[in-house]
């Protein structure tokens, strides 16, 4: 199934998000009574959708799905989203938006920083002056998530292997998919990635999911090591990680997540499980020469997205503010530019 399919509804959540400042999360820490904790006084660009994280990656899927399809019949009408996109991503609110990530170097590390560098590589991607105006805007945010992350990767010792937002397989593995690290950054994050995960065997799969899962950790760790190791390398460093796949034993992580109450915003997390490992599963087994397991993953990304997709609008805040973008991730891999 085609993003196209799905342009003009994703476009639509997109815009509803990012425009709508309340309600409200700023992970913000207060340290004086004077400080302005409105959320465009703190955050000029992303101050929608729920959090700064969420702000930031459905301003990708907006890219994403105007770039692909804008001015096709999948999304005829484009105006309303680069108005919206040039009122946000102006020189001053990235400025901004910069100088608050420098302030606070722990702030939506890694995976609000991921997404950061997934945005400018959506812009960077699209044809025109709009493209070169925001990539222009969104520089110094930019160089402020590539610094940050030359800071932080010496210092971490050991990986996040949670199903939430501090993963920190996913997020590498995006900001290596975005192309905006610097050389340096770059190599100093695939050599993380290395040192974490290349002799990581016998994945305890039967642990997953874990109950407000919204990626795999193991599917994440896969999916992060068959961008830094050759093709031959990963499929034989794969069968030492998953050996269930290949053996063609039961394997937890292919079998569709059940979630029990889609109102429920921890419990609603394993509806992105559910996307997220879609996309995981896909893009592995694009990673793996032809045979059974590649087809075996393939089946199971297809289960996966099929139970996902139908929960990715549903006029609930709580996962209409973010959904949509693993959608997008299982439908058109980042990758896949």
């Known amino acids: 199934m085609p993003l196209?399919?799905?342009?003009?509804?994703?476009?639509?959540?997109?815009?509803?998000?990012?425009?709508?400042?309340?309600?409200?999360?700023?992970?913000?820490l207060i340290t004086s009574p004077d400080e302005h904790l409105e959320p465009r006084s703190l955050h000029p660009a992303f101050y929608g959708a729920y959090d700064w994280h969420s702000s930031v990656h459905m301003h990708w899927l907006l890219l994403r799905v105007l770039r692909r399809h804008g001015g096709t019949p999948a999304l005829p009408d484009t105006g309303p989203a680069v108005e919206v996109l040039d009122r946000h991503l102006t020189p001053g609110h990235l400025a901004?938006?910069?100088?608050?990530?420098?302030?606070?170097?722990?702030?939506?590390?890694?995976?609000?920083?991921?997404?950061?560098?997934?945005?400018?590589a959506e812009c960077r991607a699209f044809k025109g002056e709009s493209g070169e105006r925001?990539?222009?805007?969104?520089?110094?945010?930019?160089?402020?998530?590539?610094?940050?992350?030359?800071?932080?990767?010496?210092?971490?010792?050991?990986?996040?292997r949670h199903g939430n937002h501090p993963n920190s397989a996913f997020a590498l593995g995006l900001a290596l998919d975005s192309g905006e690290l610097s050389a340096a950054t770059d190599l100093a994050v695939r050599e993380r990635l290395t040192a974490w995960f290349a002799d990581d065997h016998d994945a305890p799969a039967h642990w997953e999911p874990s109950g407000?899962?919204?990626?795999?950790?193991?599917?994440?760790?896969?999916?992060?090591?068959?961008?830094?190791?050759?093709?031959?390398?990963?499929?034989?460093?794969?069968?030492?990680?998953?050996?269930?796949?290949?053996?063609g034993a039961p394997c937890p992580l292919l079998e569709v997540p059940v979630v029990s109450d889609h109102a429920d915003p921890q419990i609603g997390h394993l509806l992105g499980l559910t996307l997220s490992r879609a996309a995981a599963l896909r893009s592995v087994a694009d990673a793996l020469p032809a045979g059974a397991v590649r087809d075996r993953l393939g089946e199971a990304a297809e289960a996966h997205l099929s139970a996902g997709l139908p929960a990715v609008e549903r006029g609930d805040f709580t996962t209409d503010h973010w959904l949509a973008t693993f959608a997008a991730l299982a439908l058109d891999p980042v990758a896949g530019r």
Request: hydrophobic content about 50%; cysteine-free; charged content about 20%.
């Open 96 to 120: 901004a938006e910069a100088a608050y990530l420098r302030d606070r170097p722990s702030f939506e590390r890694p995976y609000g920083w991921a997404w950061l560098l997934a945005l400018a």
């Open 212 to 247: 407000q899962d919204f990626l795999s950790p193991a599917l994440s760790e896969a999916d992060a090591m068959r961008r830094v190791l050759p093709k031959e390398g990963f499929a034989e460093w794969l069968d030492r990680f998953l050996p269930a796949l290949g053996s």
């Open 134 to 160: 925001w990539v222009a805007a969104l520089a110094p945010a930019v160089d402020a998530v590539d610094g940050l992350l030359a800071d932080w990767l010496p210092k971490a010792t050991y990986p996040v």
């Open 4 to 28: 196209s399919t799905h342009a003009a509804r994703f476009a639509g959540l997109a815009l509803a998000n990012i425009t709508r400042e309340y309600p409200n999360f700023p992970a913000h």
